[in-house]
């Protein structure tokens, strides 16, 4: 069964910094995008930040020059390094990565996009 297993949320005190990770796990082909969400309390969910496979990457403007997404291909891991953390960073934290598995029957395989549970982060003095 594939699995995104997500780390690292918490309290920090603004200003702070913090480092979530997410590992993929299970019968797993090929890795391809990987990538954050966040979302708010009323709020939608919003991207944060992706990595491609070959490691191009993308920041929502509100974190750009604060966050750095990376990934470890060996180690089908994704981290979201956060500094200069604001109040308004304030979410639950959602991994997402489009993999590549075995179809349930066996036949060939299929590209399909698995979610974390979510990791807390709350930036509060």
């Known amino acids: 069964q594939v699995q995104l297993v997500e780390s690292g949320g918490g309290l920090v005190q603004p200003g702070g910094a913090l480092r979530l990770s997410c590992a993929a796990s299970?019968?797993?082909?090929?890795?391809?995008?990987m990538g954050w969400y966040r979302q708010a309390p009323g709020k939608e969910r919003e991207l944060v930040a992706v990595i491609s496979s070959g490691g191009s990457t993308n920041y929502v403007g509100s974190v750009k020059g604060r966050f750095t997404i990376s990934r470890d291909s060996a180690q089908n891991t994704v981290y979201l390094q956060m500094s200069s953390l604001k109040p308004e960073d304030t979410a639950v934290y959602y991994c997402?990565?489009?993999?590549?598995?075995?179809?349930?029957?066996?036949?060939?395989?299929?590209?399909?996009?698995?979610w974390g549970q979510g990791t807390q982060v709350t930036v509060s003095s």
């Open positions: 299970g019968s797993i082909s090929r890795v391809n995008t």
């Open positions: 997402n990565a489009n993999l590549v598995v075995r179809r349930n029957n066996g036949l060939g395989y299929v590209a399909n996009d698995y």
